[in-house]
């Protein structure tokens, strides 16, 4: 396998977008379950930085791999946004629309003789931590025997630093090779990782604003170089602490966190508002949720976000 058109270099930095470009953000929630209100507080933060700066935010549902996906939470996740008010705009876009614009992208990387098969299983890999650290390299794609077997499809890595400057946490980086090794890009089982879905349909709709959970911020150095790999320009990036529930876990579905209760709206997004430290309006201007939303769209402040890890709901 060839690897002369990888990106090189000791230290690789993203150009950042330029001001004068309209905001795009979106909010990209997976099906797996109903909102939360962890969720809430993803989703709100993205609206409010969008319309803070007249921008637009985007809807994408993340269902690439059907057996974690809850064909209710489709239907439910866009009516919990609007129950509290949070309107897209455009069409609400699907990942699972988009299987043949990933195949592209994966003959485009081809082309560029950065992609090959893989039979690694994760016993195979245990020794390096399970990271794939250029142990297939030397399969050529193009022959029979390569693709016989049922295998993965990843994207061979530099062995530099790659980072960004996140709005809230600051700079954040690390080594691809010791740190995340080869990332596979289209599972050995059929389905198309996240990671190169996550960046071709940010890209194709035009983001240039990512607000999203802490737990995401360690893909985003490995997403950066895949854009760059792609010459792709790369967004910024805001990453949110993580609501916690009482247990110290963080609140998501796995943990059996509590759909959010349509009922009370109002409380909700100011619950959501007060985790961000974000400045609350008064009770006149409390009553409903555009007039919750609108006075937290006039007073948003990035600022004011709290950099630590997690906190306690």
């Not at 000791?10 to 950042?16: G, N």
């Not at 379950?33 to 933060?45: D, E, I, K, N, Y």
């Not at 007249?54 to 057996?67: A, H, S």
Request: net charge neutral.
């Amino acid at each position: 396998m060839l690897l002369r058109d990888i990106p090189n270099g000791q230290q690789r930095q993203p150009i950042f977008m330029s001001i004068n470009r309209p905001y795009i953000g979106r909010f990209a929630p997976t099906p797996s379950g109903p909102l939360h209100q962890g969720s809430l507080v993803a989703a709100l933060a993205s609206y409010l930085d969008a319309h803070h700066h007249r921008g637009k935010w985007l809807l994408r549902m993340e269902d690439l791999d059907p057996p974690r996906e809850d064909r209710a939470a489709s239907e439910l996740i866009p009516q919990q946004l609007l129950a509290h008010g949070l309107k897209w705009h455009g069409a609400m876009t699907y990942q699972s629309h988009n299987h043949r614009r990933y195949q592209e992208t994966l003959a485009q990387l081809k082309g560029k003789n950065l992609l090959f098969p893989c039979t690694c299983s994760r016993k195979m890999l245990a020794a390096q931590a399970g990271l794939h650290q250029g142990d297939c390299h030397s399969l050529d794609p193009d022959q029979p025997t390569a693709t016989a077997r049922p295998h993965a499809w990843r994207l061979p890595v530099s062995d530099e630093v790659w980072w960004c400057e996140d709005r809230v946490y600051g700079h954040y980086g690390h080594n691809l090779m010791n740190a995340v090794g080869d990332p596979v890009l289209k599972r050995k089982d059929g389905p198309y990782a996240y990671q190169l879905a996550v960046v071709v349909d940010d890209h194709d709709a035009g983001i240039n604003q990512v607000v999203r959970g802490l737990d995401l911020l360690d893909n985003t150095p490995r997403q950066l170089y895949l854009m760059a790999c792609l010459d792709y320009e790369p967004p910024q990036y805001l990453h949110l602490p993580l609501m916690l529930n009482p247990a110290g876990q963080k609140l998501s579905k796995q943990n059996k966190a509590r759909a959010l209760d349509l009922s009370t709206p109002l409380q909700n997004l100011l619950s959501a508002l007060r985790f961000l430290q974000q400045p609350l309006p008064p009770a006149e201007l409390s009553e409903h949720t555009q007039q919750i939303l609108d006075w937290a769209i006039r007073h948003w402040r990035v600022a004011a976000i709290p950099p630590h890890r997690a906190g306690v709901m």
